[in-house]
């Protein structure tokens, strides 16, 4: 009977470690990306160089999945000094009070194919947004090390207004809307 039980308990326990699946963003092979309107006629591209993040799901498919992202302020680059400088100062970003934008993932639908709606809260400085993102899912591989990697990808607007970034009201010189491209690489 022992035995019985000492088995019985070994196996869930198994099944509670293996049931808890949690990836990681791979920062070599994932990038956060953005671009901005200037004066109207053009854009201005940038990147974020530090992020990090996390998925985790309690079974083996993505229901009832947590999703935490983190950005790191300080890490703008835009290629041209100045500006990252200026991007960083309060008229944007406000690196010394907000290290970091947050995304925070409650919920994830799936859609037609390999679609996605991943629905979770954004804050950039002092202010947390609802938002929907659209999701395209690349799949699950394994890499040259035997970990198991999943790809995703997305591309979505904000309002730089609606987070208290309100250097040029107006965007006559800066738009209003922000385009953000992510690419993630996740390792289970």
């Known amino acids: 009977m022992k ?8 196996a869930l326990a198994g099944i509670f470690t293996f049931a808890q699946n949690t990836w990681s963003v791979d920062p070599m092979h994932s990038s956060v990306n953005f671009s901005i309107k200037h004066m109207g006629i053009s854009f201005v591209q940038g ?14 498919n993505l229901d009832d999945a947590k999703f935490n992202f983190n950005v790191y302020t300080e890490s703008v680059n835009t290629s041209v000094d100045p500006r990252d400088k200026h991007l960083r100062s309060a008229d944007f970003f406000d690196i010394e009070k907000f290290p970091a934008m947050k995304f925070e993932g409650a919920t994830i639908s799936q859609g037609k194919g390999n679609a996605y709606t991943l629905k979770g809260n954004l804050t950039i400085k002092d202010v947390t947004k609802e938002i929907l993102i659209p999701v395209t899912f690349g799949g699950v591989t394994k890499n040259q090390q035997g970990k198991q990697v999943a790809g995703f990808q997305t591309k979505f607007t904000i309002n730089r207004l609606d987070y208290n970034i309100k250097y040029d009201p107006t965007g006559a010189g800066v738009a209003k809307d922000v385009e953000v491209v992510l690419f993630f690489e996740l390792v289970k």
């Open 3 to 10: 035995k019985l039980l000492l088995s019985f308990v070994l």
């Open 47 to 60: 990147r974020f160089d530090k992020f990090d993040g996390t998925v985790t799901a309690p079974g083996a």
